[in-house]
DNA sequence: ACAAAAGTGTTTCCTATACACCCATGC
DNA sequence: GCATGGGTGTATAGGAAACACTTTTGT
């Protein structure tokens, strides 16, 4: 989503700024948020010198509130379709992308991306479309497998398929446990 | 080195100011720089609100000015025996030692901090020093040498032993010549 | 019966690592 | 002649990638 938020106030540090203006446009907490590096150059804005600090977030498409993105005037836009944006905006999307593309090679990020039960598949297009290539379906389940944090439940997805496919939950205990463990996640 | 820098100015971007400051510290030029994430808690300083960009940059030790250094009273340390600094910089040290492994990771960041010749022991005992871990000198050199970036020279440097060892020099035309080519490097 | 997606193992290759000896020189 | 650091190759193991067929079920 593309949008451009509000100044920060005195009282919050510009995570919680972040963090209260992705509110206001989505009714959502408690989302994974990453700051990325500051732009500063002097004539970005033509108006008035200002400097911005950009993030960006993990939203699950089908969970944010569509009245609010509408009253500001944020829009949803495929990263194949991104128009041209004001200013600078464009260089921040990229460093976006590029970004988001580390953090999910060495942690499980895309699960924030996801419905809390989600299949196999539904994780591997997310992941292909985070690195923007195509992956072997038995390779794809062979590592996430071997992360061992997922749970594979009893149920099955009939959505997709006449089969139906294994719905799994992301055992975010065990992923603590892991990561406390100075385990470190290659995807 | 430790120091805490000034305000930046109207007319300059936060890289520009951060390029300025280091230059009134060390008189050097064309240092390697970069921005890490901005700190912005509210009580970071007790006396007014402020907003930091702390940057870290690559500088060889044996090339800086020393009176600039001692007329600001900054200093250097070694990691290992770093002080208690001021309000949340051990913080900033901390972020910037983890960011310099991940560049060095996939960069070969480690000439910056280099003279324009050196050997490749120099070289290994620097990766070692930012790693923090021990490598096997064989299988650092193959390593080197497969990404093709270094001349060796028909020089050696006989300071370090009686056999002397070889000098090398960064080729940063075939450097750049890879990386537009779109080569990652792997260290 | 067939179409459509799900699920599952093995082989191959390549990269990463471990490892030990000879060389040249100054003293 | 010996002590010091420099230089070099090979064997092995582990991980990544390539690859194809069977299963289930709705229509």
Redesign the interface.
Known sequence: MVFNGWL?E??????QAAIRVLYHLTGLHNIYME?L??F???DRDPGD?T?S?PYYALINIAEHNTELIEQYSAQWFNLSELPDLIFDHNDMVLQAIKRLQYKASIQPIGFELLPAKFTMRHLQKLYEAIMREGMDKRNFTKKINALDILVKLNEKDMESSKKGSFLYKFDQEKYLEKVSNGLVFKL
Chains 1, 2 share one sequence.
């Open positions: 920060f005195k009282t919050e540090t510009l995570d700051q590096i500051v500063s150059e002097v010198r400097i600090v």
